[in-house]
């Protein structure tokens, strides 16, 4: 069975702090790692990971994959309060038929 | 639209009853899928709608759930006799993907429907 495990499973910072969120998975014929920022409601798409090593930045966010080690990093720099959120990570088949997802991890960024 | 839609965004209804949640894909997007979340658990995967295809039905927990989607478009996830348990938020998602190796597109959920069985 397919398994994604997402830690810390909580996290509190303050406003200007670096924070590395971790995500290690086991997908059967595994194609992509995803990660989701959710907030209110909708999971927002951040990154879609395909290839090993290769870091997506967006702003002040940044990902990075390791096929190897079946294991991904999410990285925000000068964290703002907006930043506050729960962080999904998700794993994709090859078949493109489902995401599983891992718990996430909820981030509270203080002012 | 924009974005995908789901609708009710609220629905509570009493234990027994059946329930009907109805999801709007983004405008082009051959693949719809359905995840249901439980308070404080991850987004736990039900079923995948593409193109004319069979739908993959394999997380469907019980034969109270079933869906369609018509004419490739508009869905809907159908509960029958709801059970306390039932109780989550449904998310609808969907992407331009075609599954394989032609696509890696990713998926784009909608705000979801709380449903909440009394």
């Known amino acids: 069975e397919d398994k994604v495990v997402q830690s810390p499973l909580s996290l509190v910072v303050h406003e200007g702090d670096t924070v590395t969120l971790n995500c290690s998975y086991e997908?059967?014929?595994?194609?992509?790692l995803l990660w989701y920022k959710q907030e209110k409601k909708a999971p927002t798409f951040l990154f879609m990971l395909?290839?090993?090593?290769i870091e997506k930045k967006s702003g002040r966010l940044s990902s990075i994959l390791d096929k190897k080690e079946l294991f991904s990093i999410l990285n925000i720099t000068a964290t703002q309060t907006g930043d506050s959120a729960v962080y999904l990570c998700?794993?994709?088949?090859?078949?493109?038929?489902?995401?599983?997802f891992g718990e996430g991890t909820q981030l509270t960024v203080n002012p | 639209g924009a974005g995908v839609s789901q609708s009710p965004s609220n629905k509570v209804t009493e234990k027994g009853k059946d329930v009907e949640l109805r999801c709007d894909p983004i405008?082009?997007?051959?693949?719809l899928y359905w995840y249901r979340q439980s308070l404080g658990q991850g987004l736990e995967f039900l079923i995948y709608?593409?193109?004319?295809?069979?739908?993959?039905k394999s997380g469907l927990p019980s034969d109270r759930f079933s869906a369609e989607r018509t004419g490739g478009s508009v869905s809907t996830l159908t509960i029958q006799r709801t059970q306390q348990e039932d109780s989550a938020v449904y998310l609808c998602?969907?992407?331009?993907?075609?599954?394989?190796?032609?696509?890696?597109?990713?998926?784009?959920f909608g705000d979801g429907t709380r449903l909440s069985i009394l």
């Open positions: 405008s082009g997007h051959t693949a």
């Open positions: 998700a794993g994709e088949e090859t078949s493109g038929s489902r995401l599983t």
């Open positions: 709608f593409q193109g004319n295809s069979a739908p993959d």
């Open positions: 395909t290839s090993s090593g």
């Open positions: 998602a969907s992407s331009f993907s075609r599954g394989g190796i032609y696509s890696n597109q990713p998926q784009h």
């Open positions: 997908v059967t014929n595994f194609r992509s």
